[in-house]
C-alpha cells in the first residue's frame, strides 16, 4: 500500500461547480497536510497547510482533515478556469525523512467555462 | 522578492554522465529539499538540508549526492546517469524543516 493514495482523474467540471478532491494515507504519524496546486511546466505552489485534524477555510478553498479516518479533502467553491491544474495532497512528519512532504499522484483537474 | 530559483532550466544529458542542479532558496530561509517529479506522479523526496545538515534522505540510490552551502544554497549531483533519471528536479525551500515549503519551476533532466 502507497503512503498516500490519490485518484488521479481527470476530472472535469463546469464554472461555477464545487469540486471536491480527497487523498488516503496509511501513516498515522503524520501531523502536517498540504495541498499543493501545479501548472503544467511550473513547481508545485502551496494553497493550503493545516495542522492535525480539522477544517481550514481559505477564501474559495476548504482544507479537511480527519486523522481518524486518515482522509484529506480539498473543496474548491465557484470554481473558475484558472483552478485547471493539477492537485497534490502532501502529509508530513512522522517517516524515516521525518519532515518530507510524501505526496500522492495529483489529481488533474479540467473547469471549463 | 525572489521567489526559489533553480537553474538550469533545461538540461539534455547522455547516460553515464554527471550532472550538477542548483537551487537558490528565499532569503531567510535556512531548510532546502529536493524532489524528483516522473512525468504523471507526484514528486518524491530525495533529500532535505537545514542549516547545512543533511536532515533526511529519500530512498534513492547513492548516485544522489547534495549539499548546502553556508548561503543556503544547495547542489544536488547524480553521477552515472541512467534513463530512468529523466524527471523534473524540484528544489523546495523553508525556513524550518515542519513548515511549509515554497518550491521552485524545477529543473527539467532529459537522459539520452
Known amino acids: 500500500q502507497k503512503e498516500v493514495e490519490q485518484d488521479p482523474g481527470p476530472l472535469s467540471v463546469p464554472e461555477g461547480a464545487i469540486v471536491s478532491l480527497n487523498c488516503t494515507y496509511s501513516n498515522s504519524a503524520f501531523q502536517y497536510f498540504m495541498w499543493y496546486r501545479q501548472y503544467s511546466r511550473k513547481g508545485p505552489e502551496l494553497l493550503m497547510y493545516?495542522?492535525?485534524?480539522g477544517n481550514k477555510e481559505d477564501g474559495r478553498f476548504t482544507a479537511q482533515v480527519d486523522k481518524s479516518s486518515k482522509y484529506i479533502s480539498l473543496f474548491i467553491r465557484d470554481s473558475q478556469p484558472s483552478d485547471s491544474a493539477t492537485y497534490l495532497c502532501?502529509?508530513?512528519?512522522?517517516?524515516?525523512?521525518?519532515?518530507?512532504?510524501?505526496f500522492g499522484k495529483g489529481t488533474t483537474l479540467s473547469v471549463s467555462s | 522578492d525572489a521567489g526559489v530559483t533553480q537553474s538550469p532550466t533545461h538540461l539534455i544529458k547522455t547516460r553515464g554522465q554527471q550532472v550538477t542542479l542548483r537551487c537558490s532558496p528565499i532569503s531567510g530561509h535556512k531548510s532546502v529539499s529536493w524532489y524528483q517529479q516522473v512525468l504523471g506522479q507526484g514528486p518524491q523526496f530525495i533529500f532535505q538540508?537545514?542549516?547545512?545538515?543533511?536532515?533526511g534522505r529519500g530512498n534513492f540510490p547513492d548516485r544522489f549526492s547534495a549539499r548546502q552551502f553556508p548561503n543556503y544554497s544547495s547542489e544536488l549531483n547524480v553521477n552515472a546517469l541512467l534513463l530512468g533519471d529523466s524527471a523534473l528536479y524540484l528544489c523546495?525551500?523553508?525556513?524550518?524543516?515542519?513548515?511549509?515549503?515554497?518550491f521552485g519551476s524545477g529543473t527539467r533532466l532529459t537522459v539520452v
Open positions: 502532501a502529509p508530513q512528519g512522522g517517516n524515516q525523512a521525518g519532515t518530507a512532504l510524501i
Open positions: 523546495a525551500s523553508s525556513l524550518e524543516p515542519n513548515y511549509g515549503y515554497t
Open positions: 493545516t495542522y492535525s485534524s
Open positions: 538540508y537545514y542549516e547545512k545538515e543533511e536532515r
